[in-house]
C-alpha cells in the first residue's frame, strides 16, 4: 500500500460502518478518503442515536485527515447536515450536489422554483 501511494494511487474505504469495513481498518490502514454508507446518510437528521453515530464517523474522518464522500444524500436536509458537520472542505463539490438535489426536486415537484 505505501509503495502504490508513493506513485500517486489513492486509497478509499467503502460502506464505512457496515460489512467489512470497521475501526480497525482505520488503524492498520492510511485511508485517503472514507466512504460513509448511505445507511447512515438516510437517517442523519434523524435525532437521537443514529445523528450522534453519523457526527462521529464525520468527526473522525476529519480528525485522521481523510476526505470524506457521503452516498445517497437525496434532500437539502442531508445536504445541510452534511455541510454543518464539515462534510466536506471542498466547496465545489458540495455546490454540485447542492444543484443536483435541487434538479432533482424541481422534476419531482415543478412547483418549486
Known amino acids: 500500500m505505501d ?11 467503502d460502506d464505512f460502518g457496515t460489512g467489512f469495513s470497521s475501526l480497525s481498518h482505520l488503524k492498520d490502514f492510511e485511508f485517503n478518503t472514507l466512504k460513509i454508507d448511505k445507511t447512515f446518510i438516510q437517517h442523519a437528521t ?15 474522518a476529519h480528525a485522521l485527515n481523510m476526505k470524506v464522500i457521503a452516498e445517497g444524500v437525496e434532500t437539502k436536509e442531508q445536504l445541510a447536515f452534511l455541510r454543518l458537520n ?3 472542505k471542498r466547496p ?4 454540485h450536489i ?3 438535489i ?3 426536486i424541481r422534476q419531482q415537484d415543478p412547483a418549486v422554483h
Open 46 to 60: 434523524d435525532k437521537g442515536k443514529q445523528q450522534a453515530i453519523t457526527k462521529s464517523i464525520l468527526y473522525l
Open 102 to 104: 435541487d434538479c432533482q
Open 92 to 95: 465545489n463539490l458540495v455546490k
Open 86 to 88: 464539515r462534510f466536506s
Open 98 to 100: 447542492k444543484r443536483l
Open 3 to 13: 509503495e502504490l501511494k508513493k506513485i500517486g494511487v489513492t486509497f478509499a474505504l
